[in-house]
């Protein structure tokens, strides 16, 4: 799409993902994790990834970070450019700059990526020692910023503590302190409030709104909660079985979901406030990365497509078309889709911020 | 006050109107906090502190709230498996079918639990690796002696195939299915002795939402065949709302409200009720809505706020919440919402 920038412009991308390949080796034959997902991250701006179990989703993640095991993983194919830089095929040293540094990662489970058998302080000074030349003193002041930032009081005390002694909530807060501790481009965060309690989900989520707005950071945020993505993201991409079926800003999405995958996960949600008996559900279930059919890989499971569009559906795969200004998708039966482009999936757009109302 | 969902205290009952399945009296549960090398008790953890509540035949009474609110420990103390031993002190009532279920012991409270069963929430930890599904559908069968080895081969399979599995899945072990199909064998085993009525511990919470969607409705497809009776445990208030007749708010080891599900959503009275909803993320990016964001954390159940537990947080605290525990009262003249609030009508 654009050409590479060195000075990140609110309009010049700070992550784009072009084809990305993941694979396993496996006793069973190759995995394809991911198989061939695009999308673009510009400054500002929250890319929420969509999909259920096993789409993909958390290895694409991973995968920008390279922190995929290899073997038996593998870096398959595709380009990883950040700020223009590609990521592939960086030398460790480098790669481990970018980690921490430009590039920081939340985890779903804070409970198990905090080391219990150090301090709070201890971790998130070491975080801060690998990327930023600081004696101890300054570390120590940095860390307690960190924490102030997100909402931590008496951090001093704080730095002492274990993570034990701290409630989920805490726990992740402190992962976010440290993942910002200095100060990244892009913070990818996975999952990170499926394992809390809806109350504090609540908190967390506006405590990374409010980080973004003061920092210009772009935010990849990884999640399979529709009410999530509805009330926190600018840009969807909804993945299922390695790829991406449909790319839209959040509203457009919502208001006209084209693709029957993204069509079925809105409508088997129970809303609050919705009368009615029975959910809708999708029959089936999602197909391995090993075994991937021939065709179009949601075939197994829906209805949309008939007659010789079902036939040309079960032998080729739909690839992910710009059928309509700003929206990506891939299904054959779209209408338009012939005509459409395979345009590189990127969208500047960020929504409107409305502060929420606190209670002391 | 005594307020139940379907009928009063009051003794003579018009003709007509069932007794409820389940009657939950004031039940409380405290596990001892034990210190020091004589394990001397310092205190204790007041997981269920005061609950009441009724279940009707064929009803399903969800029950919600956050981590450490009690409402995991309510379903496994009405099953009994909580007990009174090592510390754990547990006082109340409860009725099932009009016999106390604390006064059971031996045969007779084996025999109760054919009536009374359970769905885990982990779909890994409830089913043992090392048994067969078809032995794990059929275990409870032979064990309650309610049919030979001859005859359970044939009842596994007819469960198997009421839940949406396989007959040939009695054959392999639980590794060999997805979280889904796991929670499916679940269900089987809990429906192998016919009970009135299951506890659903959040059931569905583990499960990705298009799978979700298929669990519930099968849930909801067995309660009408069936007639069962749900207590259906979640924090998702969603999948609650759409799946209960009324629903329990829980905070603290306190029922803080009660109404039907209906009614909870479109008009809650206790102000952590209203917290809730509002943080609950809603699927429609343009409704900008003011959220209700509450500060702080939940604090621990082994040393409660005085008063009303949920003060410390509230929006709607005035001085005498700091120091008296509301009771459990009707709001708005209907006589099937309740909450314990001093502020709200």
């Known amino acids: 799409m654009s050409a590479p920038a060195s000075i990140t412009s609110p309009e010049s991308p700070l992550l784009e993902v072009t084809n990305l390949q993941t694979y396993f080796g496996t006793e069973d034959g190759v995995a394809r994790a991911v198989d061939g997902v695009s999308f673009t991250l510009f400054p500002r701006q929250t890319l929420a990834l969509v999909g259920e179990s096993g789409c993909g989703k958390s290895v694409t993640s991973m995968s920008i970070l390279r922190l995929v095991q290899t073997p038996p993983g593998r870096y398959a194919g595709g380009s990883i450019r950040y700020r223009g830089r590609e990521l592939l095929n960086l030398p460790d040293k480098e790669m481990q700059k970018v980690r921490g540094g430009q590039i920081a990662m939340i985890f779903q489970e804070p409970m198990t990526s905090l080391n219990p058998v150090f301090t709070i302080g201890d971790q998130i000074i070491e975080a801060i020692g690998l990327h930023q030349k600081v004696d101890g003193a300054q570390a120590v002041a940095i860390a307690q910023h960190a924490l102030q930032r997100v909402g931590i009081s008496d951090p001093a005390r704080r730095l002492q503590e274990y993570p034990h002694q701290m409630s989920g909530g805490m726990k992740q807060r402190v992962m976010i302190a440290m993942a910002l501790a200095c100060q990244p481009q892009v913070l990818i965060a996975d999952e990170p409030t499926t394992a809390l309690d809806v109350t504090i989900q609540a908190q967390i989520l506006e405590l990374l709104r409010d980080l973004q707005e003061s920092s210009q950071m772009g935010i990849l945020l990884i999640t399979h909660d529709l009410g999530v993505v509805a009330e926190n993201a600018d840009v969807v991409a909804v993945m299922y079985a390695g790829k991406i079926v449909e790319y839209a800003t959040v509203y457009e999405l919502f208001d006209h979901p084209l693709h029957p995958y993204t069509k079925g996960l809105l409508a088997c949600v129970p809303r609050l406030g919705k009368e009615g008996q029975r959910l809708f559900t999708i029959p089936g279930q999602v197909p391995s990365p090993l075994q991937y059919p021939l065709g179009c890989r949601f075939a197994a499971r829906c209805t949309e497509c008939q007659g010789a569009v079902r036939e040309r559906e079960l032998r080729e795969n739909p690839p992910l078309r710009e059928v309509a200004p700003g929206h990506w998708m891939a299904t054959w039966s779209a209408p338009g889709f012939a005509d459409a482009k395979e345009t590189m999936p990127s969208l500047s757009f960020r929504r409107p911020r409305v502060a929420a109302a606190r209670t002391a | 006050m005594n307020v139940t969902g379907t009928e009063s205290s009051v003794p003579n009952k018009p003709q007509g109107i069932p007794r409820p399945l389940l009657e939950v009296n004031d039940l409380r549960t405290y596990f001892a906090i034990k210190k020091g090398l004589l394990k001397t008790t310092v205190g204790y ?210 029922l803080v409200e009660m109404a039907p599900s209906k009614t909870l959503y479109k008009d809650p009275k206790h102000p952590y009720t209203m917290a809730l909803l509002s943080a609950v993320p809603k699927p429609e990016p343009r409704k900008a809505e003011q959220r209700i964001v509450l500060a702080g954390e939940v604090p621990s159940p082994s040393n409660p706020p005085s008063g009303c537990p949920f003060h410390p947080r509230c929006p709607l605290a005035i001085a005498k919440c700091k120091t008296q525990m509301p009771p459990t009262e009707v709001k708005g003249g209907n006589p099937e919402h309740i909450a314990a609030c001093w502020v709200t009508k």
Do not use: W
């Open chain 2, 45 to 254: 953890v007041k997981a269920v502190d005061g609950v009441s509540f009724t279940v009707g035949r064929g009803e399903t009474l969800g029950l919600v709230g956050e981590s450490g609110c009690g409402k995991t420990t309510v379903g496994r103390t009405l099953l009994r498996l909580i007990e009174p031993a090592g510390g754990t002190v547990i006082s109340g009532q409860v009725q099932f079918a009009g016999r106390d279920v604390f006064a059971l012991s031996g045969a007779e409270l084996r025999r109760q639990r054919r009536h009374m069963q359970i769905i885990f929430q982990d779909p890994v930890g409830s089913l043992n690796p090392r048994m067969t599904v078809g032995n794990i559908v059929g275990e409870p069968i032979l064990v309650h002696g309610l049919a030979t080895k001859g005859e359970v081969r044939g009842r596994v399979a007819q469960l198997l195939d009421r839940v949406g599995l396989p007959a040939a899945a009695a054959y392999r072990y639980p590794h060999e299915f997805s979280g889904g199909q796991r929670q499916r064998i679940g269900i089987a085993r809990a429906l192998a002795l016919q009970p009135d009525f299951i506890v659903c511990d959040e059931p569905v919470s583990a499960l990705d939402v298009s799978i979700q969607a298929q669990i519930l409705n099968l849930l909801q497809d067995l309660q009408n065949e069936l007639h069962l009776s749900y207590l259906f445990i979640a924090h998702n208030l969603a999948v609650v709302e759409h799946f209960s007749d009324r629903v329990a708010v829980m905070y603290l080891g306190k």
